[in-house]
């Protein structure tokens, strides 16, 4: 195995309110390699666009890092002042959201956002730049990219405009993508364009990518390795083919079997009973025991730590061995 | 009242020391101004007991002191304390009295305008926006002109507090109107609304039930707010001689007073209201500053 | 139980009187649903499918009668929709599920206060021991505790509230419920329960849905018959089975092509192109014209009209001439 781009060592993140100390995240490792797409899944609240968050350094207070290491290719980059940090931001680790207008300047052209991008982060003039920015356009699909390189965000569709910002993520060459919903606002149609063109760019360019989604079908279409989070950690993380067909965690099991299928009919959906805990309220032991169909006393217990489970990871008291 | 105390806004009140002093040098003022006939040292109306020849006492501090009169008196004996404990209570009255007659007439507007929309809206709003541009002042200078011409003098003189109220009021109102409008335009537009809608609430039934409570929140930031700017309209118009009746002496009356004494040495007549009026306007706008902020989900 | 014949709803997108005039622009008008027809028989549902802005939502207001429609009309159970809603007796008998399990519910109100609301605004149950001890029956029936209603909204979970909504719905014993979008801001595990909730409530109280989603897969597991919207019109409607198993209509086929595969085949798929043109200025013709495979210049010129195609009611020019 090759050595990974991105290592999560332990991670903590802790939010401080009147009512106590909150913990969000609790010892969440996991590694990414070089050109490798690790999804991330979860109900909301189970941490997963935190993870994402805690990686590119932007936590808000009163949220803070409180243990563990986030390592870019062997350095740490969790204990960097704010204007290191956004340096690495710009030109180590891309970043999409959500929701395009959060992160394009409504003021600023398209393509000037993208200039300034690339003359920060590489060792172009502006004519250069200004020649890449119409490549980037041209490679994320913007039909007449050297006339649309002068519009304002506002004058793009919500699919193009997130195609601009996948431009602006990638326009200064980073290693690693995160991508937190990147798909979630855009209509079906669209998702699949979306999803293709990042899962090309991510093969061409051999950039590891970071994607944070609660659609399993993205997923499965475009991770090469699914961590599955519950109230703030990981339940079970493997390659995608055995997390979506043979989970070993019951937690992962249920999702799975709660989605709706698309090509037939069933009378009743197996959902999971009851819904995930606030973070105020964690149960002890494991998180999910209250939910769980296999549960058992040491499960109310003791919390279980990631184990071993044949082609999966899975923190859960029936992969014990001895 | 217990859900009070664990609620986000006291926590967030007790962590703001210069909110907690505010609340407390509010509390006193107004305190101190209701409850004036029980704890003025003197009744400053009370024509007998005024002393011609305690006229012009200075503070307590300086040499000619008088402990009778902590804060001095003025060229008729009256003690300065007491006047302006009785004086505070006639600001403070017009500043609440003022300040809810523009909430409510703000709110209904706000309201109707926000949840009718169409021609009411744009009628409504238009109105505002005229009040907008006249100046409190003017407007109140307008209105107290046409009762005086209107009506004799005795009954001018007593519904005098009525009509300096209604003159601030009217020219505050269109502030709560705009901000009503612009949250009743996001609430109706919420499914807890159309969910009313469709089991066929009348429009004043979803108005008062729903709409109302939820645009609420930013009414009493700006009320709070409000009610400083309405002391201080208040006193400017007592100050410039067209509001409270002389026989019922605002801060800004005595203010005015003062002031043919000041050249003359005899300062605390006019600085002690001065300083009171400042006191109690900045502590009720500090309030009123931390009630935003506290209210503000942005800001948390 | 509903029937909506030719329905429409314009809005009016246009910049103020004035500004209009400056700029000397005409009136704008955003055509939200263009013509859209449905029956719903009495026990079963109708699911109506489509990408955002295609006035699937639209559809949902005006069949409860939040919105007048521009055009067309609505029969509920054999009376026109406006009679029916000026009367309490027949008002009761519609009620409607929203999306936003946030928005939904009136953050001041107690539970028990929301879910009475219908009960005291029908006058249903008399006395306040009686409206409370059928407000803990609602909470039961939707899988909560009657001591929930003491709480306010914010201490309960999405789907929670989503359950709260149902209730609120169920309280004046209604026939006909119009979900709009009831699962789509809940978690995956939460929508299986809230599904199965609703087709449980459907199969014990005979209950008519409209069920309004974007997502087909959901759609499959609730619908008696699906209509697909694109741009205000219903492209293609049929039995659920029908539809899943024969898409006639191209945009139907793309929409289901366009779904991330999760049984990760390999199979490698041709997303549909372009985007979702603006109902301000919809193309002429058919509007899927720009994106469809299948098109030509009849696509282009005239508006393709709903034909039977087997079971399916096809509006598509290719099908009609067997291109398809």
């Known amino acids: 195995m090759t050595a990974p781009l991105l290592e999560v060592r332990n991670l903590r993140v802790e939010f401080h309110t009147r009512r106590g100390t909150l913990t969000a995240l609790n010892d969440v490792s996991l590694t990414i390699a070089p050109g490798e797409v690790l999804g991330m899944v979860g109900e909301s609240g189970a941490g997963k666009s935190m993870t994402g968050a805690a990686i590119i350094g932007l936590i808000e207070p009163p949220g803070r890092i409180a243990a563990g290491q986030v390592l870019l290719d062997g350095r740490r980059i969790d204990n960097l002042r704010y204007d290191q940090m956004r340096q690495v931001r710009g030109r180590q680790i891309g970043a999409i959201f959500q929701d395009p207008l959060t992160t394009l300047n409504p003021l600023y052209t398209v393509g000037r956002q993208l200039v300034e991008t690339i003359t920060t982060h590489l060792p172009l003039n502006p004519a250069q730049a200004r020649k890449r920015a119409i490549e980037w356009l041209e490679m994320v699909g913007i039909p007449a990219a050297a006339q649309r390189i002068d519009s304002y965000p506002h004058e793009f569709s919500g699919g193009m405009r997130q195609r601009v910002v996948i431009a602006l ?25 979306v999803i293709a063109l990042l899962k090309r760019l991510a093969r061409e360019k051999g950039t590891a990518m970071l994607l944070v989604t609660h659609d399993m079908g993205v997923i499965a279409e475009t991770a090469d390795r699914v961590a599955v989070m519950y109230a703030g950690r990981i339940a079970e993380i493997g390659p995608v083919r055995d997390i979506v067909k043979a989970p070993n965690h019951p937690y992962t099991a249920g999702l799975m079997a709660s989605i709706p299928p698309l090509d037939r009919r069933v009378d009743k959906l197996a959902a999971i009973e009851g819904s995930m805990p606030r973070l105020s309220a964690i149960p002890p032991g494991c998180a999910y025991n209250p939910r769980c169909p296999r549960v058992f006393d040491r499960c109310v217990r003791e919390r279980p730590d990631l184990l071993d489970a044949g082609t999966t990871r899975a923190a859960c008291w029936l992969h014990a061995h001895g | 009242m217990r859900a009070f105390f664990d609620s986000d806004l006291w926590w967030s009140f007790t962590r703001s020391r210069i909110t907690v002093a505010s609340a407390i040098v509010a509390f006193i003022c107004i305190g101190g101004a209701f409850m004036a006939p029980l704890l003025a040292p003197h009744d400053p109306f009370d024509l007998a007991s005024l002393q011609l020849m305690d006229a012009f006492t200075p503070p307590i501090w300086t040499a000619e002191g008088n402990p009778t009169y902590p804060l001095g008196t003025d060229d008729q004996g009256r003690d300065v304390l007491s006047a302006i404990m009785y004086g505070a209570r006639v600001s403070l009255f017009v500043g609440f009295a003022a300040t809810i007659f523009a909430t409510c007439v703000g709110v209904l507007v706000g309201l109707l305008a926000g949840y009718l929309g169409g021609t ?9 926006d005229i009040q907008l541009t006249f100046p409190s002042i003017l407007v109140a200078l307008l209105v107290d002109g046409i009762v005086r011409a209107a009506l004799p003098r005795e009954v001018h003189d007593q519904i005098a507090l009525f009509v300096v109220v209604f003159a601030i009021g009217i020219s505050e109102w269109p502030k709560f109107a705009r901000t009503v409008r612009g949250s009743t335009l996001v609430e109706r537009n919420k499914e807890y609304v159309l969910a009313a809608r469709v089991i066929g609430l009348s429009k004043a039934k979803i108005m008062l039930q729903h709409v109302l409570p939820n645009v609420l929140g930013p009414v009493l930031v700006i009320g709070t707010l409000n009610l400083a700017l309405a002391i201080l309209a208040e006193a400017t118009l007592s100050f410039l001689g067209v509001g409270v009746p002389p026989t019922q002496p605002s801060l800004g009356t005595l203010i005015r007073i003062g002031n043919d004494f000041l050249f003359s040495g005899e300062w605390w007549i006019t600085i002690f209201p001065g300083v009171a009026l400042i006191v109690m306007v900045l502590s009720v706008n500090l309030l009123g500053d931390w009630l935003r902020d506290a209210l503000n989900p942005k800001l948390r | 139980m509903l029937e909506a014949n030719d329905l429409a ?10 500004q209009r005039l400056i700029a000397r622009e005409p009136r704008r008008t955003l055509r939200a649903v263009d013509g859209v027809s449905f029956t719903i028989p009495k026990g079963q549902t109708l699911s109506l499918v489509g990408e955002s802005g295609c006035g699937k939502s639209t559809v949902a207001r005006l069949v409860v009668g939040l919105y007048p429609p521009s055009d067309g009309t609505v029969a509920f159970d054999n009376q026109p929709l406006s009679v029916a809603r000026a009367d309490p007796a027949q008002r009761q008998r ?17 539970v028990r206060d929301i879910i009475a609301e219908p009960i005291r605004a029908f006058k249903l149950v008399d006395g306040k021991d009686a409206i409370l001890a059928r407000v803990g029956q609602l909470l039961t029936q939707v899988g909560l505790a009657p001591a929930d209603g003491e709480k306010f909204p914010h201490e309960f979970s999405g789907g929670q509230r989503q359950r709260i909504s149902i209730a609120r719905a169920l309280s004046s014993n209604p026939e006909f419920l119009v979900c709009d979008e009831p699962t ?16 449980e409530l459907q199969r014990s109280l005979g209950l008519t849905y409209l069920f309004i989603s974007h997502n087909l897969a959901v759609v499959r597991q609730v619908s008696d018959r699906v209509g697909v919207m694109y741009l205000g019109r219903i492209v293609e409607q049929a039995p659920a089975e029908t539809l899943f198993t024969t898409p006639r209509h191209p945009y139907t086929r793309a929409l289901m092509e366009a779904i991330p595969d999760l049984d990760m085949t390999g199979r490698t798929r041709i997303p549909v192109g372009g985007e979702v043109p603006s109902p301000i200025s919809p193309p002429s013709g058919c509007a899927f014209h720009p994106r469809c495979p299948l098109a030509n210049d009849r696509c282009k010129a005239e508006r393709p009209l709903a034909q039977p195609a087997g079971e399916s009611l096809v509006a598509c020019h290719a099908v009609e001439e067997g291109r398809g």
């Open chain 1, 169 to 193: 993520a990638l326009c200064a060459e980073p290693r690693l993508i995160v991508a937190d919903e990147p798909t979630t606002a855009l209509d079906v149609s669209i998702q699949a364009q």
């Open chain 2, 120 to 128: 009411a809206d744009a009628l409504l709003m238009r109105i505002a």
């Open chain 3, 9 to 18: 709803r314009y809005f009016d997108v246009s910049r103020p009187a004035l």
């Open chain 3, 94 to 110: 519609m009620q409607m599920i929203f999306q936003d399990p946030y928005a939904s519910l009136n953050p001041r109100w107690r």
């Open chain 3, 184 to 199: 789509s801001a809940l978690d995956v595990s939460v929508q299986a329960q809230i599904l199965n909730l609703m087709k």
